[in-house]
């Protein structure tokens, strides 16, 4: 009974009373949308935390470098190293490795098998010495230059430094027009 | 008697409670205009047959949610476990695909019969909108469903769809990881695209379906169109009250909604028949990122999209990509607001007819050439496609080693003899009455039209077998092909008089 | 239709109505054990849709239908029935009775530097593995060889002592100029001395060749081209190396014309 009285009380007393009841009331509405848009900053952060802080390309070991014969490219598989702990098989990154013959300015090509039209995979053909592309047709000579197709530059390509006797590779993320493979973008050293 | 008034007294104790009788009981005995009772009351029956469909995969994906692990190192051998071990987990999967495809079928289908019966006219404008929503959800639907399929055309898949995200300007890059959940295809993209197909757009659909709905109950089922008959909003819905008034409308239920039920349950058999029929859609290869002996295809539905993809010119390609998703939305949707009056039968509207005729058939000719996938080089052509056997005959041994180079430097791949190959490039069989020798090596050598320079790839005497091999293929009687000198001014003819035998 | 196949039909039209009206599938239940080979449930067998476990979409490394694998990775330039092809034909017994599956697994994994057979092991694409390669070598013997009429003194398929070109000019006039003209300049069946053909084959080759014949294309073996000549005879080995060197002597001198010019 007391606390009717009170809010009676509070309702039907003078203008500055009423006032303080107007100001409250706006105060709550203002609470509760101040704390819902503080709420939603967490779940935002959540839900685009990873474009903000983005798992980096690390450098990974693709093999000795003498196992590499100049003059051939192959295909090597070695783990992501920004793959989830439950990745799978998805968690491989499948590169080719092109040893340049001898006399050339550099020694290695690293090349993402994604095609720069919309990443299907090249294949590799050693005897025309071409990637082709298994989805819209995109061809790519052996530098990784762009041959025929509908892609619309060479194959992305990776930075790479030779660490001892271990051809080491700066890879991870998936490619695209816009985020090319490190070899092409300014990649700070890690 | 006991028993049925007992029954009766629980029933009326919900009834007391839930007052269906005031609330639902108007809603399926709302009035439609009494010309639904002549045939083309059956072109009424695709919305609820789509909204069924919707049902059945509701069912049946939380069927299979019971199994199925959405998680990239599991998902793929889980859908092998449906299929090959689970009672009838194969079926299941088979339903859910096959009741997919046939809801996006049905939904296009009422999209077009609403179309064509002018049926988003005024007042139903805001029924179309959200019903483009609910078609938008649907290929949503559609896409994320074959992600979560998990094999190699889903991991390909994700990453044809994340290089056209990533061609967007300045925001590209930062969207792709948004859809990839981090900067490569895994498990977070999995789980990702496993939140949208299983409660984001299933919570969007429904929401949308709701209101749909209630606009479809609130400003009633359009009357069949009639010739001459235009929609005017100054008079419409005066007009509309007088065709559903007492003793002229048909309540919904149960008169013309039997004719739901039946297509309905028709549908639905049929959706089961193909089921047992054809099965379930894979899973295809294992999601191996190192596995490149794939060929990528996206399901039926994007087959259109893959061939124009395919098709559209270099210097153009990216506009293609992403304006032409925004003009599609818009213009399906800004529609209503633009054609929102006026006559409402197909036969006073000829652009609405003509462009329904165009857009089908330039889906359906997509859609072929996405089957086909002409453009696609064929990559065991080289060691599986035998050079054939009428050519081998004729060959001498130089042309013949031609022949071997042509295999071995993968030529078949793009090309075709006698129509076994790829068909990226011409035919080969009669290119020899087509260039002449410098002609071919020209060709060979630089590549050009679309041909990479095989310059580098060919030693001297590989290029001199396989351009006399490419000059020996023409027709027998057929002389070489002589290129005209230059200010002959004659073609065709020119060329075959001055062949010589 | 006898009785359990009508019950089993009814039980799964019980099962099918059940699903579609019901909505409230089963399938999540049971526990999940049991050998990869064994479906739990067989009485859905009869129906088209349902797939096995042997039709599961594998890599091509899975392959192991030696038939699948020849037509998949060999036909292209051995042809369909492994003659008739651009290439030397595989389904020819006298080659087959004078090669060993160990030297076809040797030049399978890793090609002929002097001709032109890539090497088909894994690290290429379209290549097969060591168990591809071994099954497709025997199936190829299992297939083609074995035949019972071969002729007698067949020379062998490596060459034993290097020939003489001056003598293998007498018996290319003698034998091979009927079809391949004069100092195979060409005639019926083609040139042979042209440096596009010399410069793509191996002498190995050249060999085998003209020990086997083109049975498929009608070209004779070292029996029919020797006896049907002024030889009156089967070629022997040293006729055949006689012959390479002639061809070798053409080929080095087509060279050396590349080089110094005209």
Request: with cysteine.
């Amino acid at each position: 009974m007391n606390e009717m009285n009170d809010v009676e009380k509070s309702t039907t007393e003078g203008c500055c009373k009423k006032n303080r009841r107007a100001w409250f009331d706006w105060l709550s509405w203002f609470v509760l949308g101040a704390a819902s848009l503080i709420m939603s900053l967490p779940v935002i952060g959540f839900l685009i935390g990873g474009v903000i802080w983005k798992k980096k390309d690390q450098w990974v070991p693709l093999g000795k470098v003498s196992q590499f014969k100049p003059g051939t490219t192959e295909m090597v598989t070695v783990k992501n190293p920004v793959r989830g702990p439950w990745d799978g098989i998805t968690g491989e990154l499948a590169l080719y490795v092109r040893h340049l013959p001898e006399g050339e300015e550099k020694e290695f090509q690293i090349f993402s098998l994604h095609c720069t039209h919309l990443g299907c995979p090249v294949s590799w053909f050693d005897e025309p010495g071409l990637f082709m592309c298994p989805c819209h047709g995109s061809v790519f000579y052996a530098d990784g230059g762009y041959a025929a197709g509908p892609a619309p530059r060479g194959l992305f390509e990776m930075k790479y430094k030779i660490q001892g006797d271990q051809l080491v590779a700066l890879v991870g993320h998936y490619p695209t027009l816009q985020s090319p493979g490190s070899a092409n973008v300014q990649a700070t050293e890690t | 008697m006991h028993v049925l008034k007992g029954i009766k007294n629980v029933l009326m104790w919900f009834e007391h409670r839930l007052v269906l009788r005031e609330t639902f009981w108007p809603i399926v005995r709302h009035p439609v205009p009494r010309s639904l009772r002549r045939k083309v009351g059956w072109m009424y029956v695709l919305g609820s047959t789509a909204m069924t469909l919707l049902f059945l995969q509701v069912a049946t994906g939380i069927a299979l949610s019971m199994v199925y692990v959405p998680s990239a190192g599991e998902a793929y051998e889980s859908l092998n476990y449906l299929n090959f071990q689970v009672p009838l987990g194969w079926l299941l999967r088979a339903i859910h695909n096959w009741s997919a495809t046939m809801m996006l079928i049905v939904v296009v289908l009422h999209m077009t019969q609403v179309f064509l019966a002018g049926a988003y006219k005024y007042p139903r404008e805001l029924t179309w909108m959200l019903g483009v929503v609910l078609f938008f959800c649907t290929v949503g639907m559609a896409f994320t469903g074959q992600v979560l399929r998990w094999d190699a055309d889903s991991y390909w898949g994700l990453g044809v769809g994340a290089a056209m995200i990533g061609r967007i300007p300045y925001i590209g890059p930062a969207l792709v990881d948004l859809m990839m959940g981090g900067p490569m295809v895994g498990g977070e993209t999995l789980s990702r695209f496993f939140a949208l197909h299983v409660y984001i757009i299933p919570g969007i659909l429904f929401a949308a379906l709701g209101a749909h709905l209630y606009l479809v109950v609130r400003k009633g089922i359009s009357e069949p169109p009639e010739v001459g008959n235009e929609v005017d909003p100054e008079t419409y819905e005066e007009e509309y009250e007088k065709l559903i008034a007492d003793g002229e409308g048909d309540p919904f239920f149960p008169g013309p909604m039997a004719r739901d039920a039946f297509f309905i349950g028709f549908t639905l058999l049929f959706v089961l028949a193909i089921a047992v029929v054809f099965g379930p859609d894979g899973p295809g290869l294992s999601p191996d990122p190192a596995n490149v002996a794939v060929e990528p295809v996206p399901d039926w539905y994007f087959l259109s999209l893959f061939a124009v993809l395919a098709l559209s010119p270099r210097s153009l390609e990216t506009y293609i990509i992403l304006i032409g998703p925004i003009i599609v939305v818009g213009v399906l949707f800004m529609l209503p607001i633009f054609a929102g009056r006026g006559e409402r039968h197909p036969f006073r509207r000829p652009v609405a007819v003509l462009s329904v005729v165009f857009i089908f058939l330039a889906l359906s000719v997509l859609t072929w050439l996405g089957v086909t996938e002409p453009w696609s080089p064929h990559m065991n052509a080289w060691t599986g496609d035998a050079v054939p056997v009428n050519i081998v005959k004729r060959l001498s041994p130089t042309e013949m080693q031609g022949a071997v180079v042509l295999q071995l430097k993968a030529c078949r791949n793009c090309h075709a003899l006698d129509g076994i190959g790829g068909k990226r490039g011409p035919d080969l069989t009669h290119v020899g009455s087509r260039l002449d020798r410098p002609a071919l090596v020209r060709q060979v050598v630089q590549g050009g039209g679309n041909m990479p320079a095989y310059g580098k790839q060919l030693t001297g005497a590989q290029i001199t077998a396989l351009v006399d091999f490419l000059h020996a293929c023409r027709p027998e009687n057929r002389p070489p092909a002589v290129v005209p000198t230059p200010g002959d001014g004659v073609e065709g003819p020119g060329k075959l008089s001055r062949a010589g035998p | 239709m006898n009785k359990t196949a009508r019950n089993d039909r009814l039980l799964w039209l019980a099962w099918a109505l059940g699903i579609t009206c019901l909505a409230i599938p089963l399938s999540g239940c049971g526990s999940a054990t049991g050998s990869d080979n064994e479906q739990r449930v067989r009485f859905d067998d009869w129906m088209p849709g349902k797939p096995r476990e042997s039709e599961r979409e594998r890599p091509y490394a899975y392959q192991l239908n030696a038939e699948k694998i020849f037509a998949t990775s060999c036909s292209g330039c051995h042809g369909d029935d492994g003659r008739l092809g651009p290439a030397p034909p595989l389904n020819d017994p006298l080659f087959l009775a004078i090669y060993s599956p160990d030297q076809m697994l040797a030049v399978l994994a890793g090609g002929r530097s002097d001709g032109l057979m890539p090497a088909f092991n894994a690290g290429h694409v379209g290549g097969l593995t060591e168990q591809q390669r071994g099954i497709l070598v025997k199936s190829i013997w299992e297939r083609w060889g074995g035949a019972s009429d071969l002729p007698a003194n067949i020379p062998p398929y490596l060459q034993q002592a290097t020939g003489e070109a001056a003598a293998g000019k007498v018996i290319f006039a003698a034998a091979c100029s009927r079809c391949h003209g004069e100092d195979g300049k060409g005639r019926a069946a083609g040139a042979l001395n042209e440096r596009g053909f010399l410069a793509l084959v191996s002498d190995q080759l050249l060999r085998r060749i003209m020990i086997t014949g083109r049975p498929d294309l009608g070209c004779p073996d070292f029996v029919q081209s020797g006896s049907e000549s002024s030889l009156k005879r089967p070629l022997t080995g040293a006729d055949i190396a006689n012959l390479v060197a002639l061809m070798s002597a053409w080929r080095s001198g087509e060279e050396k014309a590349l080089v110094d010019g005209p």
